[in-house]
């Protein structure tokens, strides 16, 4: 299980880098083209409006929680100049908004980024130059999955 969970540190430590990179440079001050498209009617289909909390994360069919990360002493191969990976996967927060905006959150950096939402299917770009994200969205977990685990969000 350990050998997992470092697995796991140092792959969404390195998806962290990647969006945190994109927090340096200057956001473009243009507003996205269109409100998120939404194929469904909003009676049918959940929306991810709101801000979502970090739940569990899963890998191999395992469900490691807030609880379960928070007893886990610090990974060996966490990013340069990060905090504890664990903190920050802990203390992230996803804010979608109306407007096709999102603030991804994590230990109190904000980066900017847009979202689309097709049916239950949502994708968000949390910066400019990062690549998409892809959530599916059920009425109280939003899902992000990644190449090797999966991150679970509740609405806050």
Same mark, same amino acid.
């Given at each position: 299980?350990?050998?997992?969970?470092?697995?796991?540190?140092?792959?969404?430590?390195?998806?962290?880098?990647?969006?945190?990179?994109?927090?340096?440079?200057?956001?473009?001050?243009?507003?996205?083209?269109?409100?998120?498209?939404?194929?469904?009617?909003?009676?049918?289909?959940?929306?991810?409006?709101?801000?979502?909390?970090?739940?569990?994360?899963?890998?191999?069919?395992?469900?490691?929680?807030?609880?379960?990360?928070?007893?886990?002493?610090?990974? +060996?191969?966490?990013?340069?100049?990060?905090? &504890?990976?664990?903190? &920050?996967?802990? &203390?992230? +927060?996803?804010?979608?908004?109306?407007?096709?905006?999102?603030?991804?959150?994590?230990?109190?950096?904000?980066?900017?980024?847009?979202?689309?939402?097709?049916?239950?299917?949502?994708?968000?770009?949390?910066?400019?130059?990062?690549?998409?994200?892809?959530?599916?969205?059920?009425?109280?977990?939003?899902?992000?999955?990644?190449?090797?685990?999966?991150?679970?969000?509740?609405?806050?």
């Amino acid at each position: 299980m350990r050998k997992s969970l470092r697995t796991i540190a140092f792959l969404f430590s390195a998806l962290l880098a990647a969006a945190l990179v994109g927090c340096t440079q200057p956001a473009a001050s243009q507003p996205p083209s269109e409100a998120p498209s939404q194929t469904a009617s909003a009676a049918e289909t959940a929306t991810p409006a709101g801000t979502w909390a970090f739940q569990s994360l899963v890998q191999d069919g395992e469900t490691y929680t807030a609880d379960d990360l928070s007893s886990l002493p610090p990974p +060996t191969e966490s990013v340069p100049d990060q905090d &504890n990976f664990y903190q &920050n996967l802990l &203390n992230t +927060t996803l804010t979608f908004r109306d407007d096709g905006t999102v603030t991804t959150s994590i230990n109190g950096k904000d980066s900017e980024g847009t979202w689309s939402q097709d049916g239950d299917a949502v994708t968000f770009t949390e910066s400019e130059d990062a690549s998409p994200s892809e959530a599916a969205l059920s009425a109280d977990t939003l899902t992000v999955e990644y190449a090797t685990f999966s991150v679970v969000f509740e609405k806050a």
